[in-house]
T-cell receptor, first 116, second 113 residues
Framework: EPEVTQTPSHQVTQMGQEVILRCVPI?????FYWYRQILGQKVEFLVSFYNNEISEKSEIFDDQFSVERPDGSNFTLKIRSTKLEDSAMYFCASRGGQGGPNYGYTFGSGTRLTVV | QKEVEQNSGPLSVPEGAIASLNCTYS??????FFWYRQYSGKSPELIMSIYSNGDKEDGRFTAQLNKASQYVSLLIRDSQPSDSATYLC?????????????FGSGTRLSIRP
């Protein structure tokens, strides 16, 4: 079964440092997403990405965040200057083009980001 | 603010019984509806999607949608201990394939032997 792959599984960083979270979506998928889940809270939308540009972003996705698809396979989330409140599990997801919005996403296994 | 509401639980159901999970949503224009299962410390896993009023069955799972009441439910028949998890209701408010999914906070389900 095709998978969304995320690396690293756990990242510890010092406050103020930059981090890059990496994702390899399913190869024939066209739509890519980042979500986060703070411990004990709901899964929150950050950003959607299609055709090499951001389709939509939430109010959480401020100037400290950026996304990139540097080649045909990777999809990255960069946090420029991490804050304590950025500590969360970050999930990458992808969706195929067929069927439109009626098809759910496939999520990666997540990166647990801990800011100290 | 578009919301998806779920009872947080925990919902305790005996093994072999039917578990019933419910969800309401605020955006009447929502198009697609999903149920995800999330084990502790793991990522959400898609169980069912539904976009037409009525029932949709897949194995032991049945999703029910009532757009007039803005209500989605998930029934799990013959509940097994492995069904113990948090069940996330999710709604796609948009028409395009790039549309985000908005998640509820989840209902914790516990299947007791």
């Amino acid at each position: 079964e095709p998978e969304v792959t995320q690396t690293p599984s756990h990242q510890v960083t010092q406050m103020g440092q930059e981090v890059i979270l990496r994702c390899v979506p399913i190869s024939n998928h066209l739509y890519f997403y980042w979500y986060r889940q703070i411990l004990g809270q709901k899964v929150e939308f950050l950003v959607s990405f299609y055709n090499n540009e951001i389709s939509e972003k939430s109010e959480i996705f401020d100037d400290q965040f950026s996304v990139e698809r540097p080649d045909g396979s990777n999809f990255t989330l960069k946090i420029r200057s991490t804050k304590l409140e950025d500590s969360a599990m970050y999930f990458c997801a992808s969706r195929g083009g067929q069927g439109g919005p009626n098809y759910g996403y496939t999520f990666g296994s997540g990166t647990r980001l801990t800011v100290v | 603010q578009k919301e998806v509401e779920q009872n947080s639980g925990p919902l305790s159901v005996p093994e072999g019984a039917i578990a019933s999970l419910n969800c309401t949503y605020s955006d009447r224009g929502s198009q697609s509806f999903f149920w995800y299962r999330q084990y502790s410390g793991k990522s959400p896993e898609l169980i069912m999607s539904i976009y037409s009023n009525g029932d949709k069955e897949d194995g032991r799972f049945t999703a029910q949608l009532n757009k007039a009441s803005q209500y989605v439910s998930l029934l799990i028949r013959d509940s097994q201990p492995s069904d113990s998890a948090t069940y996330l209701c999710a709604v796609s408010p948009g028409y395009s394939s790039a549309s985000k999914i908005i998640f509820g906070s989840g209902t914790r389900l516990s299947i007791r032997p």
